[in-house]
């Protein structure tokens, strides 16, 4: 497996921009304790007018021995069809957590994921970012 290309990791740096900045201002409107579906909604109201291509929980197969398996895998959000954004409303981002997304951005062949967790006093200490190791196709 190989890194992602420059050009496409420019490309998604620019996007996780955009997405951190929105998710920024939807947190400091409502700030924690809210449902992780009322923050999905509201930063989708965010990113469309910042002229981002977003969708909301996004069918996520699994391909086992050859066949797609359809086994209720969704990804909350997939903005610009590059970048899986999970978000969770939690005490605390825990391993299984990243693993979660570590494995959504292998089974869909995408180069970057955030999580954003809300449940903070600040948002900025609740962006977890992971780079996957694969190429998209």
Excluded at 45 to 59: A, H, T
Aim: aromatic share 4%; net charge neutral; proline share 6%.
């Amino acid at each position: 497996m190989e890194r992602p290309n420059p050009e496409l990791m420019l490309r998604c740096d620019q996007i996780s921009d955009k997405i951190n900045g929105a998710a920024i201002e939807v947190h400091r409107n409502l700030g924690p304790g809210l449902l992780e579906s009322t923050y999905e909604a509201c930063l989708v109201q965010e990113l469309v007018p910042r002229g981002v291509s977003v969708r909301r929980q996004v069918e996520l197969p699994v391909r086992y021995k050859g066949q797609l398996i359809e086994c209720g895998y969704r990804i909350d959000l997939l903005v610009e069809e590059l970048v899986v954004v999970e978000l969770k409303a939690v005490d605390k981002v825990l391993p299984v957590h990243e693993a979660q997304l570590l494995t959504y951005l292998r089974l869909a062949n995408l180069p970057l994921g955030l999580i954003l967790n809300f449940n903070v006093t600040q948002l900025i200490s609740g962006i977890t970012r992971r780079i996957s190791n694969i190429t998209p196709s």
